[in-house]
Each structure stands twice: as C-alpha cells, then as structure tokens.
C-alpha cells in the first residue's frame, strides 16, 4: 500500500501568516493527490484535487503543487477559519491511503 | 441540494453486527461511484469500503474484508455498509462519501455524509 507521511503534524501561525504542509508518498504516484480541511465535529472537505486543481468554492489563498512522490498544500494568508485539521489522499493505487493528518492551530 | 444521510450507527458488542445505510439526494445516484470512511476517535481517515455506480467494483480494505459487505439500491438512492463480527477497533464516525465523476474506480471523494457514530463496546 502506498503510504503518505505528512509533515509537520501540527503547526502553531497566526493569523494573516503563510504555511506550507507537506505530504509525501512512498511511491510515485503522478498526480494523483487529494487536500482536504477537517474542522471538529465535521465530515472532511475536499479542497484541491487532482494536485493542484482548487475545487469550486475554495478561496484561492489556498494552493497545492507537486507530483511524483512529494507535494504541498500551501495558504497563503491564514484567515480565523482556515484554522483546522489538513489531509492528503491519494488515488493512484488500491487501498486509497490517507495522510496521518496536519493539525494548523492558532498561535 | 445535494446530500448524503448517513444512519443506522450505535452501540453494539463486541461480535455483533450493524447495518449502515446512507441516503442520497440532489444528483444522479446511480452515476457515481460511493465509498465508506471511517475516522476513530482522534485519529485519521480510513477509507474501509467501495462500490461503483453499476455495482462492477467493489473494494475492502484489509481491515474489514470478509466482515463488512458493501452495497447499494441504485432505485432508492441508498448506500449500504454490513458489519459483523464487530471488534472494539471497529469503534469510530463512519461517513460515506461520492467519489468524483472519473470513469475509474479511484479518485476523491467531493460529497460526503455528516457521518454516524458506530461504538463496540461490552
């Protein structure tokens, strides 16, 4: 199974700041990678997709590159609601693995 | 609007069963390929179960192969998960999710349940 390691596991920014989280595979994958934000108590939501490709909806401060084995979710301007819990995905392989989760916290 | 209802969790022993279904609404139900994910408490997301629009491809995860089933009735909009032999790891939200329309059986998943609380305890 392909595995995703994300780092850091936490990260403590402020408001206004900018953060990158990164995810990287144990395999090549192309680009075949998922972001998703996860607030508590709610089900998670897609944000980039494949890659790089912002869904609908998605403020544009939010941004993802990357192929292969390593990639980045980047905010560029933290706002009070960005603060949450970031997951990677990937889809290249069966089982679609998740990310073991970056928790972006106030500071 | 579109929405998916997830039901049917609780609290069950251990070795015992559970029916989770899931309502759809809003978008062509039989189009779309349907996934279940788990979360347990405090941890991460694991995706447990598949099953395309045409019921063609079903996957399991290692984790719950040959204990849950997946299926789903394309006529009521309705996704099922059957759980048995249920252990105290099997504690967790289960969501069900759409994957995105990609002709394959991978992908993300751009709609998902508000999920329901599944706890196997004695």
């Known amino acids: 199974a392909t595995q995703l390691t994300q780092s850091p596991s936490s990260l403590s920014a402020s408001v206004g700041d900018g953060v990158t989280i990164t995810c990287r595979a144990s395999?090549?994958?192309?680009?075949?990678l998922a972001w998703y934000q996860q607030k508590p108590g709610k089900a998670p939501k897609l944000l980039i997709y494949?890659?790089?490709s912002l869904q609908r909806g998605v403020p544009s401060r939010f941004s993802g590159s990357g192929s292969g084995t390593d990639f980045t979710l980047t905010i560029s301007s933290l706002q009070p609601e960005d603060f949450a819990t970031y997951y990677c995905?990937?889809?290249?392989?069966?089982?679609?693995?998740f990310g073991q989760g970056t928790k972006l916290e106030i500071k | 609007e579109v929405q998916l209802v997830e039901s049917g969790g609780g609290l069950v022993q251990p070795g015992g069963s559970l029916r989770l279904d899931c309502a759809a609404s809003?978008?062509?139900?039989?189009?779309?390929?349907m996934t279940w994910v788990r979360q347990a408490p405090g941890k991460g997301l694991e995706c447990i179960s598949y099953?395309?629009?045409?019921?063609?491809?079903?996957y399991y995860a290692d984790s719950v192969r040959g204990r849950f089933t997946i299926s789903r009735d394309n006529a009521r909009n309705s996704l099922f998960l059957q759980m048995s032999s249920l252990t105290v790891e099997d504690t967790a939200i289960y969501y069900c999710a759409r994957k995105v329309s990609t002709g394959t059986p991978l992908g993300a998943f751009d709609v998902w349940g508000l999920g329901t609380m599944v706890t196997v305890s004695s």
């Open positions: 809003g978008f062509p139900f039989s189009s779309y390929g």
């Open positions: 099953i395309s629009g045409g019921h063609s491809s079903i």
């Open positions: 995905q990937q889809f290249n392989d069966y089982p679609q693995t």
């Open positions: 395999q090549g994958i192309s680009s075949a």
């Open positions: 494949p890659a790089s």
